[in-house]
T-cell receptor, first 115, second 110 residues
Framework: DAGVTQSPTHLIKTRGQQVTLRCSPK?????VSWYQQALGQGPQFIFQ???????QRGNFPDRFSGHQFPNYSSELNVNALLLGDSALYLC???FGSGRGYQPQHFGDGTRLSIL | GQQVMQIPQYQHVQEGEDFTTYCNSS?????IQWYKQRPGGHPVFLIQ?????EVKKQKRLTFQFGEAKKNSSLHITATQTTDVGTYFC??????????FGGGTRVLVKP
């Protein structure tokens, strides 16, 4: 039973560039959430996707956007990268967005470094 | 907006001793979850608490949800080196996003 998989594992970009991160949820899960985790901090909620729609959004600028596909996989896109976007980006999947926040199953994350 | 505070930020504990970490919210919660993140790893779900005053146990870990549903605690007895990591609480208030606390980093002295 495959867990949550994320790609790539590491990525180095320069300021102003754009990046796309990918996530496949755990088998049987239909909801995908994205988090940003800076070094030494707790995960910060970016947004959640359910039924291919953004259901909730955290306090992140419009430079952060996403998408969910019919097979429940998801992408996180970040435009006009800033140095402060350097972080671990975590994808988490769960089942049933309409019933409050169910336990989140996290992937290993993508470590994004901005030079 | 909703704020979730965890104390202490760091916990140095002797192997075999007990300790407690606390999670406090500025708003009444619909549920609270606890996660453990090992160094270099990702958060792993431990438990979810929903009811006022609820207490749940997992082996040496005891989780409690406050009567007012604004705070929670995690108590670990007879700490082992395998308990090393950062423990996060994640709180959901009705209609709000899941908000993680800053975590308690646990170091165990053998």
């Amino acid at each position: 039973d495959a867990g949550v998989t994320q790609s790539p594992t590491h990525l180095i970009k320069t300021r102003g560039q754009q990046v796309t991160l990918r996530c496949s949820p755990k088998s049987g899960h239909d909801t995908v959430s994205w988090y940003q985790q800076a070094l030494g901090q707790g995960p910060q909620f970016i947004f959640q996707y359910y039924e291919e729609e953004e259901r909730q959004r955290g306090n992140f600028p419009d430079r952060f956007s996403g998408h969910q596909f019919p097979n429940y996989s998801s992408e996180l896109n970040v435009n006009a990268l800033l140095l402060g976007d350097s972080a671990l980006y975590l994808c988490a999947s769960s089942f049933g967005s309409g019933r409050g926040y169910q336990p989140q199953h996290f992937g290993d994350g993508t470590r994004l470094s901005i030079l | 907006g909703q704020q979730v505070m965890q104390i202490p930020q760091y916990q140095h504990v002797q192997e075999g001793e007990d300790f407690t970490t606390y999670c406090n919210s500025s708003t009444t919660l619909s549920n609270i979850q606890w996660y453990k993140q090992r160094p270099g790893g990702h958060p792993v779900f431990l438990i979810q608490l929903v009811k006022s005053g609820e207490v749940k146990k997992q082996k040496r870990l005891t989780f409690q949800f406050g009567e007012a549903k604004k705070n929670s605690s995690l108590h670990i007895t007879a700490t082992q080196t395998t308990d090393v990591g950062t423990y996060f609480c994640a709180a959901e208030a009705a209609g709000n996003k899941l908000t993680f606390g800053g975590g308690t980093r646990v170091l165990v002295k053998p």
